[in-house]
């Protein structure tokens, strides 16, 4: 059973956090970690966006990029694996399907061993946008590095990596959080 007293100290925690009321308070709480890093995320994923908003690029979306993530290694995913990928319905995945070949962004080519199937691969505009996606992160991130320092963020980097690899236990795999 939910406890509604646990409830509000979690939706105040979120409060106390988004509000800035801890603003000059460097003291970690426990739980506080997840939120901050989602916040930091969404902070990150945001100034990727206008960046784009400004270029006047495609109304690209975030399932649109973890698209581009999945194919960037793989060529030869299907919509229903992408969908599974995703974690959407094969129809929503089709969609976002349609949006990047409709860019130019994406291809959908035969099927090695399947006749019926098609299988998705990046056409050379789409790897462009990846180098080019890659490199606005890397500004991203540079001007969190700006804000820190270089060295912690380095240490920040090696912390993540070390949750990644040995706490998730094979778990953290990049895909949208819907």
Request: one cysteine or more; hydrophobic letters at 40%.
């Amino acid at each position: 059973m939910v406890n509604a007293i646990d409830c509000m100290k979690k939706v105040n925690q979120i409060d106390y956090i988004v509000n800035g009321e801890g603003t000059g308070d460097m003291t970690r709480r426990r739980g506080e970690i997840p939120l901050l890093l989602a916040m930091t995320c969404r902070a990150m994923t945001d100034a990727f966006h206008d960046r784009l908003a400004a270029e006047g690029r495609e109304p690209l979306r975030p399932a649109h990029g973890y698209t581009f993530r999945l194919l960037v290694d793989h060529d030869d995913v299907t919509a229903v694996e992408l969908a599974e990928h995703l974690g959407v319905t094969k129809q929503a995945a089709s969609k976002i399907v349609s949006e990047l070949e409709g860019w130019g962004y994406v291809e959908r080519r035969p099927h090695a061993t399947d006749g019926r199937a098609r299988v998705l691969a990046l056409t050379d505009r789409g790897h462009a946008y990846v180098r080019h996606a890659d490199e606005m992160w890397a500004d991203i991130e540079d001007r969190w590095g700006e804000a820190i320092g270089s060295e912690r963020l380095d240490r920040i980097y090696e912390d993540l990596r070390t949750y990644v690899d040995e706490v998730a236990g094979g778990r953290a795999v990049l895909r949208p959080i819907w």
